[in-house]
Structures are given as C-alpha cells and as structure tokens.
C-alpha cells in the first residue's frame, strides 16, 4: 500500500505497534530538491520520530540513513533525549569510486566521499543481552518462571547457585542472571535445576516445557538474520539501479540486504519517506507486507507503476518516461 501525505498526518490514523520495520530515508536538509530545505529540521524530525516509536512494535527495528555526520550528532542526541529508541550498530555503505566521477573536493582540502551512513536501532538495551526495554516488553519469561518456582520451592539463588559451579569450585552469576532476565539457560542447565527440585517432591517443579519458554523469549527479540560475510561495512553499488527520476533513490540490494535481515516473510514494514519506491518493491519480492508514505504526488505516481516491474527492467522503462 502506498499512501500519498506527510507521514506525520496520514500515521496518526495508524494503530500502536503495528509495524516490525521501519525504514527511514528522511530529507538529509542538503540542497538537493525543494522538498531537502526543511526549517528547524532537528524539531521536524522530533515530532516525526515520536510517531515512528508509536506504531513500531516492541520487537521490531528501524533503520536511518542520512549522509551528514555532523547531522548524525544532532539527530543522534535528539533520539536519545525524546524517544526510547535504542542505537544497536553503525553502519557504513561504501558507494564505490564511481560516485565521484566527476567532481572533487581538492579545493575543500579533504578526500572525497564515497560513502552514506545507516544506524540501526531498537527498543532493546546495550546489556548485550538482548532483553527488552522494561518500559516495553514483559519480563523474560524464563525470569519471571524461575522466579515463581524459586519462591514455591522455597529455594534460594545461592542453593541452585551450587549446581553450576566454577572451574575452580566458586560461585558464578549465572543463576543471579537467570533470574534477573539477563541471560537464558541452555536446555541441561533448566533440566538440572529441574531434578534438583524435584528430587524428593516428585515431578512438582519447573513443569513447564523448556522448548516452549524458549520460544516465547524468542517472541519477544527483535528479528535478526544474519548473513554470511556481511560487516558493518557496506559495499553496494549505488549507480547499478539508479532511478533516474528521483534524486536520492537507493539501490534495490541495498533495501533487500535491510528488510531479509530484520524481518521475516508476511511481516509489517513501513517506509514513511517512500520516495523512488525501492522499499515497496523489495517488499513486494520478499513477501513482507509493506506501507510507504510519499509527499510528492509526482513520486507517488512512479513509485506505484514501478511496484509492477522488476528492478532490473526499471531503469529503461522510465527513461524513455520521464
């Protein structure tokens, strides 16, 4: 579905959690059409993101691109102070040498850019241990089970404490992290725990099966697919598909790479700042449902025709169009 306004208005008829992606590509307020001079840029954005927080689920992930490091600060600070977005990663795309054919910076006295920047975030914390933000998720699962069954059992953390010892016969923190939703035990570690209490009492404690309690924390994470070989730096070849009708246009491989990584297939993905369409049309490949919100009519239009063609037969068609 692509639906034609600012996203600030047309968001505000969508319901709360709604999305598992969001993809930004927002005016980097750089010159580069009317609609890149934006005043108070870093309040436009504020209001924007607000809106973004609201219709992302718990477990889902944005992505923002922009090309201005200085910028970045700015806007970095910004989500940091009004949202509760939580930055995960940088990273860097590569756009090869052939996106500085034709110009140089000699007279600005610094190396030529070749590169635009994509930061990645969700509402988790930076624990590294993938639990979700308090403020928005339950509580892990596992935590808040072991905790129950502790308590029935009338156990402390040190006694379970003693099944798990350390190389040299110490106490370690696991059972302290268990507990505290920092960590999730492996299957041998719930099924050791689970004879200890049971030893004399039967089969009363830890019932419940730990393949299920898996899964329900996995319910709870956000979506990440890693593919092989791929860093926090991107090489993608930006002039490969480029759409020669919008200035800004990112390449198809580029969205591909976003939306295999941080969702599944029939998952939600909304780009408010659709512009060229790419989204939509990686959407519509990958079998992600997708929303894109456009203000330029003009660019609405040629966004919905290109949905009905492959990337590759693209760049012909509307060069012979427009």
């Given at each position: ?47 924007r ?23 970045l ?7 940091e ?33 070749v ?22 998720s ?6 808040k ?11 402390t ?15 370690t ?19 050791k ?20 309690l ?57 780009d408010p ?34 949905i ?15």
């Amino acid at each position: 579905m692509i639906k034609q306004g600012d996203c600030l208005e047309v968001l505000k008829s969508c319901p709360d959690r709604l999305y598992d992606l969001i993809i930004l590509d927002p005016p980097y307020n750089i010159g580069k059409a009317d609609w890149d001079n934006i005043e108070n840029y870093i309040p436009w954005l504020t209001e924007r993101f607000k809106e973004f927080q609201r219709v992302l689920k718990d477990n889902g992930t944005m992505w923002l691109f922009h090309n201005n490091f200085v910028m970045l600060t700015k806007i970095q600070s910004m989500i940091e102070q009004e949202t509760d977005f939580e930055f995960k990663q940088f990273i860097t795309i590569n756009k090869g040498l052939q996106s500085i054919v034709g110009r140089t910076s000699e007279n600005l006295r610094s190396y030529p850019t070749v590169t635009e920047y994509l930061l990645f975030y969700t509402f988790e914390d930076l624990t590294g241990s993938e639990q979700l933000s308090e403020k928005y998720s339950r509580i892990n699962p596992m935590a808040k089970y072991l905790q129950s069954e502790f308590g029935r059992a009338k156990v402390t953390n040190k006694e379970i404490a003693v099944l798990f010892p350390s190389k040299t016969g110490g106490f370690t923190g696991c059972v302290s992290n268990w507990l505290l939703g920092l960590r999730f035990p492996q299957e041998w570690q719930y099924n050791k725990m689970r004879e200890y209490l049971n030893k004399e009492q039967g089969y009363e404690y830890l019932r419940q099966d730990y393949e299920y309690l898996r899964q329900d924390y996995e319910d709870l994470r956000y979506t990440f697919n890693l593919q092989k070989g791929v860093t926090d730096v991107w090489n993608i070849d930006f002039y490969k598909d480029q759409i020669p009708w919008h200035p800004t246009s990112k390449p198809y491989q580029l969205i591909k790479r976003i939306v295999e990584t941080t969702t599944n297939k029939g998952e939600k993905v909304l780009d408010p700042f659709l512009g060229s369409g790419t989204t939509a049309v990686a959407c519509k490949q990958l079998n992600r449902v997708y929303t894109g919100i456009e203000i330029n009519p003009e660019y609405v239009e040629l966004a919905q025709k290109r949905i009905k063609f492959t990337p590759r037969s693209l760049i012909g068609m509307f060069q012979n169009a427009v």
